[in-house]
T-cell receptor, first 114, second 118 residues
């Protein structure tokens, strides 16, 4: 079945630096890759996503890149701020005719030091 | 705004008790999901439902069952709670993409229920 691996498990950066989180997936049929941010005491919230026909997508300080050949996708956060501190999850969508399932990575705890 | 609500934020139960976790969404989504979240293991799918009265096992269904009698409500049931079911439980819902709209939709999560089984 589909498997999504996420690295690193924890990441500590200085405010203003960049942060990169990487994921790999196993099923070449996966065609949609969202990233979720989970703040303390809350459920995960979508922050950016990318489809398999796109190589890169950017939204202000956040960007996601996808390498379909290598089955890699990454989240890039530039000019990090303390409010970026959270747990980040990558996911890959596997859809069938009757159902859609997101397979999640194990999460990355990002700490942005002021 | 899509809203996914869960009946309790914190729950403490004893081993052997039957436990019900309730989830309600207000946006007419067909698909609903139950995950458990444990440190280092990410979000693991327990069960999901893509229609009323329909259910499918996820990756870790053992010890759990679900009920979907109405479209907006998806219940997770622990028939006989055990200490290894102590975890954060997250409910989510998702609108099946239509033919005319974008091919993918956002999956929305509830705030979670932190269950402790003593």
């Amino acid at each position: 079945g589909e498997n999504v691996e996420q690295h690193p498990s924890t990441l500590s950066v200085q405010e203003g630096d960049s942060a990169v989180i990487k994921c790999t997936y196993s099923d070449s049929a996966s065609n949609y890759f969202p990233w979720y941010k989970q703040e303390l005491g809350k459920g995960p919230q979508l922050i950016i996503d990318i489809r398999s026909n796109v190589g890169e997508k950017k939204d202000q300080r956040i960007a996601v890149t996808l390498n379909k050949t290598a089955k890699h996708f990454s989240l890039h956060i530039t000019e990090t701020q303390p409010e970026d501190s959270a747990v980040y999850f990558c996911a890959a969508l596997k859809g069938t005719d009757s159902s859609y399932k997101l397979i999640f990575g194990s999460g990355t705890r990002l700490l942005v030091r002021p | 705004d899509v809203k996914v609500t869960q009946s309790s934020r914190y729950l403490v139960k004893r081993t052997g008790e039957k436990v019900f976790l309730e989830c309600v969404q207000d946006m007419d989504h067909e698909n609903m999901f139950w995950y458990r979240q444990d440190p280092g293991l990410g979000l693991r799918l327990i069960y999901f439902s893509y229609d009323v009265k329909m259910k499918e096992k996820g990756d870790i269904p053992e010890g759990y069952s679900v009920s979907r009698e109405k479209k907006e409500r998806f219940s997770l049931i622990l028939e006989s709670a055990s200490t290894n079911q102590t975890s954060m439980y997250l409910c989510a819902s998702y609108l099946t993409p239509g033919l005319a709209g974008p091919p993918y939709n956002e999956q929305f999560f509830g705030p979670g229920t932190r269950l402790t089984v003593l």
